[in-house]
């Protein structure tokens, strides 16, 4: 039975089950013309899963982005309150400081470090830098000429949706349409073949890794003007949803299977069922036959969306066997 259920499963039709779910959930509590304003959360976790597909197609993993953001929007506030530099100067540090995260944590992968341990040990010491540059406290009083572009909804879509639209088509083009991006496969599917095939497998996984924190870079940029200030304890939690994006999309967590088009698939997963249960969060959903009943509450929220990308997560492990047979 299990190899039947299992031959039966294509590799779109779960991440696209899920959606479905998730989308009926978030319209049986609101009107569709009101959903863009409530993307603008997801569009940030979404930017940083799409530069996690990368890392994660090679087998890799960035457990740092979120500290990134933080350390990325710190700096920011700090360069236009202490050093008086223009707002749009102050941004660009802002994001060459995430840039460089990205290159620390690249130097210590292409050394031989395990993309875990690297990046589990700089997401500890990014937030903490980023709380000890400002002592825990936020920079606010940022002028309204930044932070008016991060609440506009240009064409009816927020202005972070866009910046989702940009770096996607970017690393869309870079992963499906260029060599670089398919060695990231051969990575994925093995690492020591890939080497023996003459490519360049560290700087490829380091060049991911200052990729990555760029786009974390560009994302701190984005939150701090919409937030209106640089918070050193903000993004927390934002490195796990991006890797719950990835997974649910299809993406193998183990490498060589993926895209970004999946990602981009698991995030409207997420984010729907992010949005469907705060919207239903107080309605009590009955158990046929159990004579029960449940709340949609932070815990429940946290059980479901963990089961979901266990089971999307065993599926793509079961269909990648298959594949090798």
């Not at 100067?89 to 341990?117: E, R």
């Not at 209106?228 to 719950?244: H, K, M, N, T, Y």
Request: net charge positive; proline share 4%.
């Amino acid at each position: 039975m299990k190899t039947s259920f299992f031959s039966l499963v294509r590799t779109w039709s779960v991440p696209w089950i899920l959606f479905s779910l998730a989308l009926a959930l978030t319209l049986s509590s609101i009107e569709p013309a009101k959903l863009p304003e409530l993307w603008r959360k997801p569009a940030d976790i979404g930017t940083l899963a799409v530069a996690m597909t990368a890392i994660m197609l090679t087998g890799g993993i960035d457990l740092s982005v979120g500290s990134i953001v933080a350390l990325s929007g710190v700096v920011l506030g700090l360069l236009y309150r202490d050093l008086h530099w223009p707002i749009g100067m102050a941004a660009m540090g802002g994001v060459l400081a995430g840039t460089v995260a990205g290159m620390i944590n690249g130097s210590l992968i292409a050394s031989g470090i395990a993309p875990l341990v690297a990046t589990l040990a700089t997401m500890a010491l990014f937030r903490g830098l980023a709380m000890a540059l400002v002592d825990g406290q936020r920079i606010a009083n940022l002028p309204s000429s930044f932070t008016d572009f991060a609440w506009d909804s240009p064409g009816g879509l927020p202005t972070q949706i866009y910046l989702l639209m940009g770096i996607s088509l970017l690393f869309y083009i870079f992963v499906h349409h260029t060599w670089q991006g398919r060695s990231l496969f051969a990575i994925g599917e093995n690492k020591l073949a890939a080497e023996f095939a003459a490519l360049p497998v560290r700087r490829i996984e380091a060049s991911l890794y200052i990729l990555s924190g760029t786009v974390a870079g560009l994302v701190a940029v984005m939150q701090t003007a919409y937030g209106g200030a640089a918070v050193p304890d903000s993004a927390r939690g934002f490195e796990l949803q991006a890797i719950a994006c990835v997974v649910l999309g299809g993406t193998r967590v183990t490498g060589g299977f993926g895209s970004i088009p999946r990602t981009l698939l698991g995030l409207a997963t997420l984010a729907h069922l992010q949005i469907g249960f705060s919207l239903n969060s107080r309605r009590e959903f009955w158990i046929p036959g159990l004579n029960t009943s449940f709340r949609l509450d932070a815990d429940m929220q946290l059980i479901i969306v963990g089961a979901l990308v266990i089971l999307v997560a065993v599926i793509n492990e079961r269909l990648a066997g298959r594949r090798r047979e």
